[in-house]
């Protein structure tokens, strides 16, 4: 093994630089003695970090907008296919809820009549997922209620 020893250049440690030749492989061994220059690589890595998590929480809140998006498209859908059904206005009370959740941006999954009250279900994709939600509309029930009695 040999040994060469020389002056550290100007900025540098004081202390002699020590390489050592195997083959052709020199290795400075004072190089990771110093630790001056970490604070940047830990300063690099947590705005690393931050930028991570904040892109993570920006796409979580544009899903959690869509969600709401397809609750109120769910609605108008059961809303316009209920006033169908309950002949104020003309047509099929499907078609009708298969457009009003086409203009919100959704697709209509499924559909049913049931008398003067109608249930849709729509959905959405956005990520790669897919976004549903199921509305009811009607005519209030006669007891005043929301459930049927007993």
Same mark, same amino acid.
């Given at each position: 093994?040999?040994t060469?020893?020389? #002056?550290? $250049?100007?900025?540098?440690?004081?202390?002699?630089?020590?390489?050592?030749? =195997?083959?052709?492989?020199? =290795?400075?061994?004072?190089?990771?003695?110093?630790?001056?220059g970490?604070?940047? %690589?830990?300063?690099?890595?947590?705005?690393?970090? %931050?930028?991570?998590?904040? &892109?993570?929480?920006?796409t979580? &809140?544009? +899903?959690?907008?869509?969600?709401?998006?397809?609750?109120?498209?769910?609605?108008?859908?059961?809303? +316009?296919?209920?006033?169908?059904?309950?002949?104020?206005?003309?047509?099929? $009370?499907?078609? #009708?809820a298969?457009?009003?959740?086409?203009?919100?941006?959704?697709?209509?999954?499924s559909?049913?009549?049931?008398?003067?009250?109608?249930?849709? !279900?729509?959905s #959405?994709s956005?990520?790669?997922f897919e976004?549903?939600?199921?509305? !009811?509309?009607?005519p $209030? $029930?006669?007891?005043?209620?929301?459930?049927?009695?007993?």
């Open positions: 093994m040999r060469f020893t020389s #002056r550290a $250049p100007t900025g540098w440690d004081e202390r002699a630089l020590v390489l050592e030749t =195997r083959g052709s492989l020199f =290795r400075h061994r004072s190089l990771f003695r110093d630790d001056r970490s604070g940047s %690589v830990l300063a690099l890595a947590l705005i690393g970090a %931050v930028l991570g998590v904040t &892109a993570l929480l920006l979580l &809140a544009a +899903a959690l907008g869509v969600k709401h998006t397809v609750e109120s498209t769910a609605e108008s859908a059961a809303l +316009a296919a209920a006033d169908v059904a309950s002949g104020s206005v003309g047509g099929y $009370p499907c078609d #009708r298969a457009t009003a959740a086409a203009l919100g941006g959704a697709s209509l999954d559909c049913d009549v049931v008398g003067a009250i109608v249930t849709v !279900r729509v #959405r956005v990520l790669g976004v549903g939600a199921l509305a !009811r509309a009607g $209030p $029930p006669e007891n005043g209620l929301d459930t049927p009695p007993p």
